[in-house]
């Protein structure tokens, strides 16, 4: 039996400041617990972190009640599933998807077209490159492969509710 390649979910910081937020801090929070439900990898980008991804992990852990008080981000860096990057991204993490409610047309695929490329080789789900673009994010932004927009008419969703939908449907439909 083959495995399938893994999923990265990639959080961007795209605020001119890579200062770490409490804003951050709860979407990590929303974000590792669907990882670790779905077995997707989390990186996170540009945010302002200095430990490894195990000691962000343990030393974040006691400030959030999301995701069973933030075990859930703890076992994913435990599985070696939680990684913090700088921007510009490395090339090893498969084809780069910017989830965006405005995608480029000559770049846009639906939900099913990633999942069935999902089967075959490592992608990277890239959420929150919409809402401020630094010359890094536009760099990503143009040098992606492909854009997901999850509502297929232009809405923009919470990043959250984004993460969750693209993710269940790439569950369901695999």
């Known amino acids: 039996m083959s495995v399938a390649p893994p999923i990265n979910i990639v959080l961007v910081n795209s605020k001119t400041s890579d200062r770490f937020t409490d804003e951050h801090r709860r979407l990590i929070a929303k974000f590792s617990p669907v990882c670790n439900a779905y077995n997707f990898h989390l990186i996170l980008v540009n945010f302002e972190i200095k430990l490894s991804s195990l000691a962000f992990a343990r030393e974040m852990a006691p400030s959030t009640s999301i995701g069973n008080g933030g075990e859930a981000l703890v076992n994913l860096a435990k599985k070696g599933k939680l990684k913090i990057e700088k921007l510009p991204l490395k090339h090893n993490l498969g084809k780069m998807i910017i989830c965006t409610p405005k995608p480029d047309d000559s770049k846009k695929k639906n939900i099913k077209e990633i999942t069935a490329m999902s089967k075959k080789e490592t992608i990277s789900l890239v959420f929150g490159c919409d809402i401020k673009h630094n010359k890094n994010i536009r ?17 923009r969703l919470s990043l959250d509710t984004e993460l969750g939908a693209i993710t269940t449907m790439i569950k369901n439909l695999k």
């Not at 040098?143 to 809405?155: A, E």
Request: without cysteine; positive net charge.
């Open 139 to 155: 760099i990503l932004i143009k040098s992606s492969s492909h854009h997901l927009d999850i509502s297929n008419k232009g809405i």
